[in-house]
């Protein structure tokens, strides 16, 4: 049952972080992600994805 929290809760934070249009990112959850408040899991995604992007 963790398993599919993790998903739904990377599914929904996924979708509140703009993400760049035609560009693929893969995503890899660690247990943290069903015990991380959300708000706090959308800013991590937020700044690793913006982190990438810069140093991209």
């Known amino acids: 049952m ?3 929290r993790a998903k739904r809760r990377l599914r929904q934070a996924v979708r509140e972080v703009p993400l760049e249009d035609g560009t693929d990112y893969v995503i890899v959850a660690s247990e943290a992600v069903v015990h ?3 708000d706090r899991l959308t800013r991590w995604l937020s700044e690793a994805i913006i982190k990438e992007e810069t140093e991209a």
Do not use: L
């Open 2 to 4: 963790q398993r599919n």
């Open 36 to 38: 991380t408040p959300f």
